[in-house]
């Protein structure tokens, strides 16, 4: 089974930033598409950035220019850079992977991130 395990939460002040890091107990490259996603209260759960297996990266139109997601398959972990941080960006935050193995899809326990003052 595939587990992935997120870390690097907190409270930080408007204009801050976070490193969300998403660590999975298999080789990344045995999988597909990864991304960050994130639920605030009472809002149903969004994607927030993905990247392929091949790099290729996408972000929602509010993260644009602030967030940066990568993937270092040699640590078997995702990142999620997060900068200019904004009170609405005040989410749990999920990883969720692909795995090539047998399709199935995989999700983290989720990381709270608070932007406050």
């Known amino acids: 089974q595939v587990q992935l395990v997120e870390s690097g939460g907190g409270l930080v002040q408007p204009g801050g930033s976070l490193r969300l890091s998403c660590a999975a107990s298999?080789?990344?490259?045995?999988?597909?598409?990864m991304g960050w996603y994130r639920q605030a209260p009472g809002k149903q759960r969004e994607l927030v950035a993905s990247?392929?297996?091949?790099?290729?990266?996408n972000y929602a139109e509010s993260v644009k220019g602030r967030f940066t997601i990568s993937r270092d398959n040699t640590k078997n972990t995702m990142y999620l850079q997060m900068d200019s941080l904004k009170p609405e960006d005040t989410a749990v935050y999920y990883c969720?992977?692909?795995?090539?193995?047998?399709?199935?899809?995989?999700w983290g326990q989720g990381t709270q991130v608070t932007v406050s003052s």
């Open positions: 969720n992977a692909d795995w090539l193995v047998n399709r199935a899809e995989f």
């Open positions: 298999k080789n990344l490259f045995t999988f597909g598409d």
């Open positions: 990247i392929s297996h091949d790099l290729r990266r």
